[in-house]
Nanobody, 125 residues
């Protein structure tokens, strides 16, 4: 069982940056999981944002965030991060951290195994 807790959300202006964090309570097994970030805007379905493999070497991004968002992980601290730059109003959503019981890089439509409760990001124009 893995518990995920997101933090770092907030209200920012367009063009600002924000860094989301996700703490995992998986102990020494954290490296067995690929990690991902997803988001859900009001009235829309949840969508994939970014994923990272167990080592942090391989990453994958949705086209809408490529070049602006960067995912990373710290396997010592059992944490994954999402650095969000040049934020746009359309980035407004609840952002979720997720863990997948694979060490490779999951595709965008992969069925992740564990989810956090989410953190709200609001970008004003």
């Amino acid at each position: 069982q893995v518990q995920l807790v997101e933090s770092g959300g907030g209200l920012v202006q367009a063009g600002d940056s924000l860094r989301l964090s996700c703490a995992a309570s998986s102990g020494r097994t954290f490296m067995r999981y690929a990690m991902g970030w997803f988001r859900q805007a009001p009235g829309k379905e949840r969508e994939f944002v970014a994923a990272i493999n167990w080592s942090g070497v391989d990453t994958y991004y949705a086209d809408s965030v490529k070049g602006r968002f960067f995912i990373s992980r710290d396997n010592v601290k059992n944490a994954v991060y999402l650095q969000m730059n040049s934020l746009k109003p359309e980035d407004t959503a609840v952002y979720y951290c997720a863990a997948a019981r694979v060490t490779g890089l999951p595709p965008a439509n992969y069925e992740y195994d564990y989810w956090g409760q989410g953190t709200q990001v609001t970008v004003s124009s």
